[in-house]
């Protein structure tokens, strides 16, 4: 079975920074792009950044533009989250996703003092 | 305010039949394929319908979906009460080279 597990939610202060991974398996993981997206508690998804399969193309929403980075291994079939100057609003679930179509149960994130 | 425009909220009884629209613009909905998603209460989404119409694995021919110009539509019928969830649209959407989702529906069976 194809399987997405994410890990390394928690709780940080505000301008604090995370990593979020995300193991796949079941799947050719080096031949699939990659997704970040998440949800605020009571909301709707919010994509967050794409990777391709060889990382040869990135992009971000602009809400995360200059403050995440994602990158993936694909020798260890991984997909990275780095979160940095964390806000209140980064408050979420967060999901990865292979290419949209398989997504793991997520990883929360709460930013608070 | 998400692009991609859903209706909040739509309900109906047991057995019936329920659609959930998707309006976009030329740069996503109406160039783009469009996916729908199921998220059940404290579940993460899951696929229902990929490149406009096409049902994923395991989902049942209750579930359908269509596309016209920028508008797209996903119908259910022979509703149950295990339908009773969220649903969303997504594209990409080629000149914002991001990933769009509609601002999601509530689907109650009634």
């Known amino acids: 079975d194809v399987q997405l597990v994410e890990s390394g939610g928690g709780l940080v202060q505000p301008g604090g920074s995370l990593r979020l991974s995300c193991v796949g398996s079941g799947f050719s993981f080096i031949s699939y792009s990659m997704n970040w997206v998440r949800q605020a508690p009571g909301k709707g998804l919010e994509w967050l950044s794409y990777?391709?399969?060889?990382?040869?193309?990135?992009y971000y929403a602009d809400s995360v533009k200059g403050r995440f980075t994602v990158s993936r291994d694909n020798a260890k079939n991984s997909l990275y989250l780095q979160m940095n100057s964390l806000r209140g609003d980064d408050t979420a679930v967060y999901y990865c996703?292979?290419?949209?179509?398989?997504w793991g149960k997520g990883t929360t994130v709460t930013v608070s003092s | 305010q998400s692009v991609l425009t859903q209706p909040p909220s739509v309900s109906a009884a047991p057995g019936q039949m329920v659609t959930i629209s998707c309006s976009g613009s030329n740069s996503n909905v109406g160039s783009e394929y469009l996916s729908w998603y199921q998220q059940l209460p404290g579940t993460s989404p899951k696929l229902l319908i990929y490149?406009?119409?096409k049902r994923a694995s395991g989902i049942p021919e209750r579930f359908s979906g269509s596309k016209s110009g920028t508008s797209a539509t996903l119908a259910i019928t022979g509703l149950q009460t295990g339908d009773d969830a969220d649903y969303y649209c997504?594209?990409?959407?080629?000149?914002?080279?991001?990933?769009?989702f509609g601002g999601g529906t509530k689907l109650t069976v009634l």
């Open positions: 996703a292979q290419y949209m179509n398989v």
């Open positions: 490149d406009n119409n």
């Open positions: 990777i391709s399969s060889s990382s040869g193309t990135i």
């Open positions: 997504g594209t990409w959407d080629g000149s914002l080279n991001a990933w769009l």
